[in-house]
């Protein structure tokens, strides 16, 4: 049976590329001169695609503003990365022979320099794309999110326009998306007889949920999202820090909003409807 391929639309990367611009012009906040110049010109086919959407407009014939509706989509997909980080993250890292976390171990560590060496150990296994797809989520929204996560879209870094839409970054989201294990690689046998990858990944995420559970549950502060944008402000740009929009910001659930995700097959309605309007 031949692998399942992930493939990224034109569509799909404008999506993703403009959802990116729109928390960059929202949250730090951000105003792009309807002259673009500079770096900035390789933004303009997103920032076109964001007017076409209605998701920003032109104020004063003289810059790109976010609209209430760019707030609402970015406000839709927040949610999404919200349970990124708090449901889904915590299988970037499980050692499929001792059968372990590396986030059992969240709380030894003193620092985060510490905590992400420990994460590069050979023994891990990446298994989000596994459990995003088991869960019906479309694996190449979930490495874009933790490619956000990771900063590595990095508006301090010259060049990140281009890299936005144009970059290899794009084709680095593919390649793990189609070289990451899936449900069907995990399956096995032994000397009790052949277990599917279906019963490994429901075992998977069940462990999983329990031990996010316990990790909320240890320390409430588990459950703060890190507010630390992953872009640097430049400056006003000469526009002062005007907000059109409210920013928006992540809000922390309370643990037993998690409860539900004890059934493998669970996912939340947020998952099911399109972030985009």
């Known amino acids: 049976m031949s692998r399942k ?122 298994l989000r794309i596994a459990v995003a797809d088991y869960k019906g989520i479309d694996p190449v929204e979930i490495v874009f999110m933790s490619f956000i996560h990771e900063n590595r879209f990095g508006r301090d870094e010259t060049g990140w326009q281009f890299d936005l839409l144009l970059g290899t970054v794009w084709d680095e989201i593919l390649e793990i998306c189609n070289t990451a294990l899936l449900k069907d690689d995990l399956a096995y046998e032994d000397e009790h007889g052949y277990v599917s990858g279906e019963d490994v990944i429901e075992d998977i995420i069940t462990q999983g949920t329990e031990l996010m559970i316990e990790l909320y549950q240890k320390d409430e502060q588990f459950n703060v999202p890190d507010e630390t944008p992953v872009y640097e402000a430049v400056g006003d740009n000469g526009h002062g820090d005007e907000l059109v929009v409210e920013k928006v910001v992540m809000i922390p659930y309370p643990v037993d909003y998690y409860y539900p995700y004890r059934d493998p097959r669970y996912l939340r309605p947020i998952w099911r409807r399109r972030w985009l309007i």
């Not at 104020?59 to 976010?66: G, I």
């Not at 707030?71 to 022979?97: G, M, P, S, T």
């Open 5 to 126: 391929q992930f493939t990224l639309t034109e569509e799909q990367r404008k999506s993703f590329a403009g959802v990116y611009l729109l928390d960059v012009i929202i949250n730090v906040p951000a105003y792009f001169s309807v002259l673009l110049e500079g770096n900035d010109k390789d933004l303009e086919p997103v920032l076109d695609w964001l007017m076409v959407k209605e998701y920003v407009q032109i104020k004063d014939n003289e810059k790109y503003v976010p609209t209430a509706k760019g707030r609402a989509v970015l406000q839709n997909f927040k949610e999404r990365y919200l349970e990124f980080l708090k449901v889904f993250d915590i299988y970037c890292a499980v050692d499929l022979e001792a059968g372990e976390f590396a986030f059992s171990y969240y709380f030894d560590f003193d620092n985060m320099d510490e905590w992400r060496a420990f994460l590069q150990d050979e023994r891990w296994e990446d």
